[in-house]
């Protein structure tokens, strides 16, 4: 999977499949390992912005090399010379990739486990998927850290998650190899941790892993003091050396020698770097700072971002390609206050043409809906094919607000599949949602390697032995094969190209990519565009039965607070502006899920994460995880959303409870921002705010805005403070890099133009009422919140929003207030005039 729920205001970190490796191995040691291709992304969280800009990577890695004893420093300059390098120095600070070989993967699936670690005991899918490694594995906790100090052992801590490639490929090269088994469980303590259980611990390391080597990614490795400071970090290293890159059991016997030879050389290091970062990663609001002006910062966001937009098939940056849906709806949001602007077209331009081009792409799932991770190359074709769940929360609020803004039937249509995804593949009967599902699979019931892709892709072969009929008055004696093959790209040799294929494991393989329209299609074929499509839905069809059949990508059915509440908002965004009451059922039972198994009453807390048991019900780890900030900031989002799509007043409320809880748990009273984490959690080391928005946005992105919402929806005026606070804290990053920030950059524009208050008072299942709802919900309104005021003057808006007493319904018909800060235009009755209102 992609550095999931990571990211950085670096460019997510990958290189082409077939050119790059994933280890960027950047340790302490000025070592270079084999990494792997970018089958596995890393988008490493990037928190030490700040720090960064002081001290280069380059120049914190070299002052950090000439620390460590000589015996760890392999030959910087001949690594550098021989390994090609790549540098991004489009953001605020650079990451550098090197190009690594590579390995193949797939367990044996006949062997039965040799080994059993007390991993067996966990929750996690990518626990368990070490619970037979001949490792004396420790989860993160008490335990393992008591053995540490007790045996006055190094920690080896290794992170990763259950679908990320490198990190299955580092446990069958090196964790179930016996001799490196030995040699970790008798000289360290080791810990192994799911980045998307802890993404706390995994933020805290992947930041000195980032400020001491210039990138990072997973599987991430670092060697930890008993008192869990590191002194080493890295990622991904192959078993034995090569060449003069250093293998596993290499660096593991050099370790060992250097902690018993030269240990406080190691750790005082170690400790130098980790003070840097303490000073360097501290975000806070300087003395007399004011809010930068949002005009500035959204134009300059714009020509950032419209910098690095690639003309041909949109995205952002030549390859790979992510969906960067934080820069989508900024641009949306940019269109919205400069319409008539050619910047405000321009950003518009931008928008449509990627998200058409990434639904005609392969990265879209043609035959299964929904989409993947992200594309090898330039043109959406080719992808890492592992579906993260906070992609598709994501991408269909895009998708359909896309659609509110151009009419266009497609950007509806994708965001309904998208939907269709999710609610039969990674939807729990509970009501929640599960993570994700891995890139790689077995291509048979008999094979014993999985491939990556082996689930989506097609021969040529298979595709005209399943579309065999003729089609009747198509020119010529055509095949429903023929058809498909032509529009969807399918060659007879395979239509990947081999750089983007190194391993071949897609070699006479097709991913299915939109080639022409329907019309040119219909034409070329002879045949009526209705008839063509008749044909093509029924051609998927065929082709999904049949992918059913096919031995599945694993599932990881782990359940996070925070995703889920990127799915929420999914469901409920598209529910509303569709109208469609079973997609809005779908975000209720989703929100309802929340509430019982990720809300601990008695502590007054969210959980983050949850699981499916083997008897496929929903269980909680023995010691349940306490909710981070992404998981607050998420689900308020996601329910103040559900609020406005069903204007049940009760998903409001818990989004007030939960706003107030996240203010008491992670808001820093002196700096102002969140804190990632529990700021007094003394496992962790750095407390961080995390100042990207990437793959999902920043919570404290999040945060600004929900603040902005809740205090218009409830009147609080202290929360309208907060939210400038917050973005007074993080602008610096917004006057010099808002690129880094997109999401965040939304959120200084609404302070700027201020929230209308869309006020309709009627019956809530009355027509009238409905109709108005509807002409609001079809707009793109990126700077508003919606109530319905139903005559309840005991209820909840009523006692919180005192003034709503004053607006009533006119002439018996619902009629609807458009207001910023309760000063309102003339009542209007008539859906048209309420659209023309809101277009003003």
């Not at 490639?165 to 446990?171: A, I, S």
């Not at 990138?215 to 003069?244: A, K």
Request: glycine letters at 8%; hydrophobic letters at 35%; one cysteine or more.
């Amino acid at each position: 999977m992609s550095g999931h729920s990571t990211d950085s205001s670096l460019r997510e970190s990958a290189q082409r499949r077939g050119r790059c490796g994933f280890m960027m191995l950047r340790l302490g040691f000025a070592w270079s390992t084999s990494s792997a291709t970018t089958k596995h992304i890393a988008q490493a969280r990037l928190s030490t912005g700040s720090l960064l800009r002081k001290n280069s990577p380059r120049t914190l890695y070299n002052n950090w090399c000439s620390g460590l004893p000589k015996a760890l420093q392999f030959g910087q300059k001949s690594v550098l010379a021989s390994t090609r390098l790549f540098w991004d120095s489009s953001r605020s600070s650079g990451v550098i990739f090197f190009s690594m070989a590579s390995g193949s993967n797939g367990p044996d699936r006949s062997k039965t486990p040799k080994h059993t670690n007390r991993l067996s005991k966990e929750k996690s899918s990518y626990l368990l998927q070490h619970a037979h490694n001949p490792v004396d594995w420790y989860p993160w906790g008490q335990e393992a850290f008591d053995k540490a100090k007790s045996e006055d052992k190094p920690i080896f801590l290794s992170v990763g998650y259950s679908t990320c490639h490198w990190c299955h490929v580092m446990e069958r090269e090196s964790f179930e190899d016996e001799e490196i088994g030995k040699i970790l469980s008798k000289n360290f303590v080791c810990i192994k941790v799911d980045r998307e259980e802890r993404p706390d611990v995994d933020k805290v390391y992947m930041t000195f892993v980032q400020a001491t080597s210039g990138g990072g990614g997973w599987p991430m490795s670092v060697w930890l003091t008993p008192d869990l400071r590191p002194f080493i970090g890295g990622t991904y290293f192959p078993p034995r050396d090569s060449g003069r890159r250093p293998g596993m059991k290499t660096v593991l016997l050099r370790i060992i020698e250097q902690w018993q030879s030269n240990r406080e050389t190691l750790e005082s290091s170690g400790e130098r770097v980790l003070e840097a970062l303490r000073k360097g990663t501290e975000i806070s609001a300087s003395p007399g700072e004011t809010l930068p002006s949002g005009p500035d910062v959204a134009n300059r966001c714009y020509q950032q971002l419209a910098h690095s937009y690639e003309e041909e098939y949109g995205g952002f940056r030549e390859a790979p390609k992510f969906p960067s849906p934080v820069n989508l709806m900024f641009l949306m949001s940019f269109w919205a206050v400069n319409r008539a602007s050619s910047e405000g077209a321009e950003a518009l331009r931008m928008v449509l043409h990627t998200l058409r081009m990434m639904a005609l792409g392969g990265i879209h799932d043609h035959v299964a809906q929904g989409f993947h991770r992200y594309s090898t190359d330039s043109s959406w074709h080719v992808p890492h094919f592992e579906k993260m769940l906070y992609d598709q929360g994501q991408l269909a609020v895009a998708y359909i607000t896309a659609y509110q803004v151009s009419g266009e039937c497609l950007l509806a249509d994708v965001a309904r599949d998208v939907l269709l995804y999710v609610s039969r593949d990674l939807s729990d009967k509970s009501g929640g949602f599960y993570s994700a599902e891995d890139a790689d699979s077995f291509p048979t019931v008999e094979s014993t390697e999985k491939r990556e892709g082996a689930f989506c892709v097609w021969t040529a072969g298979e595709i005209r032995e399943l579309l065999p009929d003729i089609v009747k008055g198509a020119t010529g004696a055509i095949t429903q094969a023929n058809i498909f093959m032509h529009h969807y790209g399918v060659k007879e040799q395979g239509n990947v190209d081999p750089a983007q294929d190194p391993h071949g494991e897609l070699q006479g393989q097709n991913v299915l990519i939109v080639r022409y329209s329907v019309e040119l299609t219909a034409a070329h074929f002879g045949i009526s565009v209705d008839r063509l499509s008749e044909l093509l839905s029924d051609a998927r069809a065929k082709l999904a039965e049949v992918r059913r059949a096919r031995p599945p990508p694993h599932l990881d059915t782990k359940m996070l607070a925070s995703w889920n509440g990127l799915m929420l908002s999914g469901f409920a965004r598209v529910g509303a502006m569709l109208g469609d009451k079973a997609l809005l059922e779908r975000a209720e039972r989703a929100a309802c899920f929340l509430r019982e198994h990720l809300w601990d009453e008695e502590g007054q807390r969210i959980l983050h994460s949850c699981y499916r048991g083997d008897n496929m019900e929903v269980e909680q780890a023995a010691s349940p995880i306490a909710g981070f900030l992404d998981d607050y900031a998420f689900v308020v989002c996601g329910l103040l959303d559900l609020f406005e799509a069903t204007q049940r007043v009760h998903w409001l409320q818990w989004a007030e409870e939960l706003q107030l809880r996240q203010d008491q748990l992670f808001w820093d009273s002196q700096g102002s921002g969140y804190f990632c984490s529990d700021p007094s959690d003394p496992t962790l080391l750095l407390a961080l705010k995390q100042d990207q928005d990437g793959a999902e946005p920043s919570a404290n992105s999040v945060s600004a805005m929900n603040l902005l919402r809740l205090s218009h929806l409830t009147g609080r005026q202290d929360w309208i403070q907060r939210s400038q606070q917050l973005l007074t804290a993080f602008s610096d990053k917004l006057i010099k890099v808002p690129v880094a920030l997109p999401d965040m950059v939304r959120s200084v524009m609404a302070q700027h133009y201020t929230l209308k208050q869309i006020v309709i008072c009627g019956q809530p299942d009355a027509e009238d009422t409905a109709s108005l709802i509807s002409c609001v919900n079809s707009l793109f309104l990126p700077h508003k919140v919606l109530m319905l005021a139903d005559g309840n003057t005991e209820g909840f808006l009523y006692q919180r929003l005192p003034v709503l007493s004053t607006l009533v319904a006119q002439e018996g018909k619902a009629t609807a207030y458009v207001c910023e800060n309760f000063a309102c235009a003339l009542p209007v009755t008539c859906p048209q005039e309420l659209r023309r209102l809101l277009l003003e």
